[in-house]
């Protein structure tokens, strides 16, 4: 059987305050098309379908629409819930979401009541069971290993152990005739980061070995790092990574969807598809005139901008005439670095605010009489 799987898809996402929702569009109406070209049984979403657990309208409609566009002609869709979305919700939209044919997990759920997804390929007619596993918090792993293995909660406090917990129960029941996956949302110990990731969600207690999961996977599809990557393990462990970078520091990833054929005996073979829509990320470094001889270059990709001279007032202005796509405009730190004698020794009260206010300038690196022209004006309308 042939699925597709994809992850982190962060709708809704902006980036420094312009909305990037058309990019989000385009890219998952391209996820679609590969999902039909491909004629895939299923497509697992591992996680982070939004940005926030508050999404807009506007996303809500965008994921939905795409949730049904995947699931047209038959194709089975399993999306879980990861630590960006509100679980909840999720689970609140299931019965609505099952009569189309795709099927939402929220929260954590016992392998009867769906926290084992099962069903048998068109193409092949091959039984497959999914194991889902969406985010869980250090605060609910322990409930949530109470709820799913029964076991005591007291018996450890690790996370990575209540995570074990859950998922050698979920996947007790995986069949030797079946194609057998897991699908999960957590960081995998040795991953790398994509650059996006919420940290606090990411690192330390939440990292896990692969270890955990069971080598009877035929393939374990993961979400919550932003990098394409296989990780190490007993069986296949992949990151898909998200189809279009939300941050400047995942710049240089390549966004692909997986698409992974397996049977019941044999191991499961991954091809990697480029995703190609959306606008690229790019950092760019110069003075304004080289900035000035880069634009030509830079097509519409979004720009960060390190500045290669010292600040001035309209600097910004001057690299985004000629730039117009630069999100974010820097002074690059050479330029920045603050003197060492950077406060005054003592006689402040000898001197005038005007003087004091140059001395400040020169600790920023900021060299612009019309600068200093200006705070004299307004110094002299409050004061006077």
Same mark, same amino acid.
């Given at each position: 059987m042939r699925f597709l799987h994809t992850a982190d898809w962060h709708v809704g996402k902006t980036l420094k305050g312009h909305s990037r929702?058309?990019?989000?569009e385009q890219v998952l109406r391209e996820i679609v098309t590969i999902a039909r070209e491909q004629q895939v049984d299923a497509v697992l979403v591992a996680g982070d379908l939004y940005d926030t657990a508050a999404p807009s309208a506007e996303a809500q409609k965008l994921v939905i629409r795409t949730l049904m566009g995947l699931a047209r002609d038959g194709t089975q869709v399993v999306a879980i819930a990861g630590n960006h979305d509100h679980a909840r919700a999720l689970d609140a939209y299931r019965p609505l979401a099952q009569e189309a044919g795709i099927t939402l997990v929220g929260e954590v759920r016992t392998a009867d009541k769906g926290g084992v997804v099962g069903f048998t390929a068109r193409s092949t007619g091959e039984r497959v069971n999914v194991a889902v596993l969406p985010f869980l918090s250090q605060r609910y792993a322990v409930r949530a290993a109470d709820l799913v293995a029964q076991t005591a909660g007291e018996n450890t406090n690790a996370y990575d152990q209540n995570l074990r917990d859950v998922l050698g129960t979920l996947t007790a029941g995986f069949e030797d005739g079946a194609v057998n996956l897991v699908m999960a949302h957590l960081t995998v110990l040795n991953g790398r980061f994509g650059g996006g990731e919420r940290t606090a969600q990411s690192i330390f207690e939440y990292a896990v070995p692969a270890g955990i999961f069971p080598i009877e996977a035929h393939y374990v599809a993961l979400g919550h790092l932003h990098r394409r990557q296989r990780m190490e393990a007993p069986c296949? !462990?992949?990151y898909s990574g998200a189809p279009l970078a939300v941050d400047f520091g995942e710049q240089e990833n390549e966004p692909v969807v997986c698409l992974v054929e397996a049977t019941p005996t044999t191991p499961a073979r991954i091809t990697d598809i480029p995703v190609t829509s959306g606008r690229r990320l790019r950092t760019v470094r110069g003075t304004v005139a080289e900035l000035s001889?880069?634009?030509?270059? !830079?097509g519409d990709d979004w720009l960060r901008v390190w500045v290669t001279e010292p600040a001035r007032a309209g600097l910004r202005e001057e690299v985004t005439a000629v730039l117009p796509n630069a999100l974010e405009v820097r002074i690059d730190p050479d330029f920045a670095a603050v003197p060492e004698a950077s406060r005054p020794s003592g006689g402040g009260a000898e001197r005038s605010p005007a003087e004091l206010f140059s001395e400040y300038l020169g600790t920023r690196g900021v060299a612009d009489p019309r600068v200093e022209s200006?705070?004299?004006?307004?110094h002299d309308r409050i004061s006077s």
């Open positions: 929702l058309e990019e989000q296949p !462990v992949h001889v880069l634009s030509a270059t !830079v200006l705070f004299r004006t307004l």
